[in-house]
């Protein structure tokens, strides 16, 4: 192999390719350097090139509309390619418009964007690229190998078999140097997990599991140190010596050695171009510019000191238009060229099935909120069973006890399963639209996907409470209406977890869906049939939508159905003429206007809510971004 600089390539007569590139172990680096090789790229695996052409974005919100990227050319024919500039410069706006990511409620772009010579349409991009934001957003409690897995299995093509899955796994891992932490759990703040780094690197393996020919990343180095910084870089590098995909990230201030890795740079001040090209060409135009590089300084640091906002630098974006004449752009470029198309998508029950693992496999990791939830359910079920209400009988005195213990019941269950529901879409929202977005599934299966498994972690904990309280409270002892009791519990429980759910799709953040269900819940226990009978709701009609939309109403309607009919009550004390003239749990339905519903009815409309809610939060997941 002949000698090299740093950072250049060369190809032998075979085709073999050499980088000079920092020595690694395990991830970290030595401070020495070594020529790293890869095969020769394959004919398939010719560059895609992205070509623009008087790219306008505007902001629609003002009068007029603000230009923000003004009149951007450029072609970009493959490589590792960053672009630059100081903070407001445009960046980010630039990638999400070649990305074909910009939110058009607010914006608005103009130009021609080409792969290859030829128009494409938004669904073919997605299918053959993939766009990393600067937060990683990964599933905190799966391990890297399953992260990758799940990952293969909805991104990769439909007909991969589960060995070039597996083998695609091991080849990212390890051109990313991240192999050794295979078997380690992402983390979060309850769980020590991965590095930041490593997180970083997880995050980009997801995205090149399907070979993508376009990389789009917002700010890759972002958070990290300099060396873990060089690491992302390097292997981002590798990709693109191999052929495997062309790749463009935002970058603010690389050190030089991660600035020698750019094949070309493109240079923005205030959404103009000031640059495009070849980073070895920089020296060349700085001096046309009458401002060569200092030898003291870096190429990048210098860079920015140029392009900085004021009004000493303002004839550098004067001179912008040159630029245009320096790097030609070529938008017949690869004319004979296919576009390649991505991977065929999966059908949705196979989409169902693969997010349905992996939910499961999420709520059973979170053992210890798990036995939480287990503990507050059995704590929350003796202090009812054991305090005011234990064993109530049905003498005089617990004509003053059952009502109460029954609604206490049914608004415990329902404020527990829906405050542990609430942060359930949220945290991972942000995670479904980036998937999403990268057409690993539908919004309808992620959706069922995750209903399913709320159902199923929702059932135990009304079951195991009505096991413990039905009989500490001494309610009828009787098969049927012990059932009926704890199916109207876990219906009880799923309605406010639906509201839950639905909210927090809505609203989008925790925040706000914690307000809003305190809203919700108050209104639902204020006319949930205790503190306003529907015999009291009857004379105040203008409040009767509110008594119907209740969930907590239908299910103390339903349950003081179950438990009152047939009950006898006793005169246990003396005189006897002291007792109630109530003696049956018919007497209490009928003066309560109880019996203005059925049991059936109850039932009936609290699977109505649920599903009603579940829709909505469906839809306020699929339109509300």
């Avoid at 050319?73 to 706006?93: N, R, V, Y």
């Avoid at 990758?148 to 390890?174: F, H, N, W």
């Avoid at 109207?488 to 914690?514: D, K, R, W």
């Avoid at 205790?530 to 339903?558: C, H, N, R």
Wanted: net charge neutral; glycine share 8%; proline share 4%.
């Amino acid at each position: 192999m002949v000698d090299m600089e740093k950072g250049d390539e060369k190809r032998d007569e075979k085709g073999v390719v050499a980088v000079r590139v920092n020595e690694s172990r395990e991830g970290g680096f030595t401070g020495r350097e070594r020529t790293q090789t890869f095969s020769p790229i394959p004919v398939e695996n010719a560059p895609t090139v992205l070509t623009f052409s008087n790219i306008i974005v505007t902001l629609r919100t003002t009068t007029p509309p603000k230009i923000l990227l003004n009149d951007l050319s450029g072609s970009i024919p493959g490589g590792f390619w960053a672009i630059m500039g100081s903070s407001g410069s445009g960046k980010t706006l630039l990638l999400s418009a070649l990305s074909l990511r910009l939110d058009t409620k607010v914006l608005d772009m103009q130009g021609e964007i080409r792969l290859n010579g030829r128009p494409f349409s938004r669904g073919t991009l997605k299918s053959m690229s993939s766009y990393l934001m600067q937060e990683d957003l990964l599933h905190s409690e799966l391990t890297v190998q399953e992260t990758l897995t799940y990952a293969s299995q909805l991104r990769m093509a439909s007909g991969s078999t589960p060995k070039e899955r597996e083998d695609r796994i091991t080849e990212v891992l390890t051109m990313l140097g991240i192999d050794h932490i295979r078997n380690v759990i992402i983390g979060n703040t309850r769980r020590k997990g991965v590095s930041g780094g490593e997180r970083k690197r997880v995050s980009i393996a997801v995205e090149l599991l399907s070979r993508p020919k376009l990389v789009f990343l917002d700010e890759p180095t972002s958070g990290l140190d300099s060396t873990t910084s060089l690491a992302v870089c390097e292997a981002l590098k590798g990709f693109t010596v191999r052929g495997e995909c062309t790749v463009i990230c935002t970058i603010h201030q690389p050190q030089p050695k991660i600035f020698d890795l750019f094949d070309g740079v493109i240079l923005l001040k205030q959404g103009n171009m000031v640059y495009h090209g070849s980073t070895h060409k920089l020296d060349r135009f700085l001096i046309g510019l009458g401002l060569p590089l200092p030898a003291d300084m870096a190429m990048a640091d210098y860079l920015l000191n140029v392009i900085s906002p004021n009004e000493e630098n303002e004839h550098i974006v004067d001179r912008a238009s040159r630029i245009k004449h320096v790097v030609p752009v070529d938008l017949s470029f690869g004319q004979d060229k296919q576009i390649l198309e991505g991977n065929g998508p999966r059908t949705w029950f196979d989409q169902f099935y693969i997010l349905l693992q992996r939910n499961l496999q999420q709520y059973l990791r979170n053992s210890d909120l798990i036995f939480m939830n287990f503990m507050v359910t059995v704590v929350t079920a003796v202090f009812i069973g054991s305090g005011l209400w234990y064993q109530i009988g049905n003498g005089q005195a617990s004509l003053q006890t059952r009502l109460p213990s029954l609604f206490f019941c049914v608004v415990s269950q329902g404020i527990i399963a829906s405050l542990q529901t609430i942060n359930s879409f949220p945290t991972e929202r942000a995670i479904m639209l980036r998937e999403r977005q990268a057409g690993s599934y539908q919004v309808s299966s992620y959706f069922m996907a995750k209903t399913v498994v709320d159902v199923i972690s929702g059932l135990w904990s009304p079951i195991l409470f009505s096991v413990i309280t039905y009989f500490m409270i001494g309610y009828q002892v009787k098969p049927d209406k012990f059932f009926k009791f704890m199916f109207l519990m876990v219906l009880n429980s799923q309605a406010p977890m639906s509201a839950a759910t639905a909210i927090s799709c809505i609203c989008g953040t925790i925040e706000y869906s914690v307000v809003l269900l305190s809203v919700v819940i108050e209104g639902c226990r204020l006319f949930g049939g205790f503190f306003a009978s529907p015999a009291q709701m009857e004379s105040i009609p203008d409040w009767k939508f509110a008594d119907s939309l209740s969930f907590t109403k239908y299910a103390f309607v339903g349950v003081a159905l179950n438990e009152l009919s047939g009950l006898e009550i006793e005169c246990d004390i003396n005189p006897p003429s002291s007792c109630s003239p109530i003696t049956s749990g018919e007497q209490i339905i009928a003066a309560n206007g109880y019996d203005l519903t059925s049991l059936d009815f109850c039932i009936g409309m609290l699977i109505v809510l649920i599903v009603g809610a579940r829709i909505l939060a469906y839809v306020g997941l699929r339109y509300l971004k």
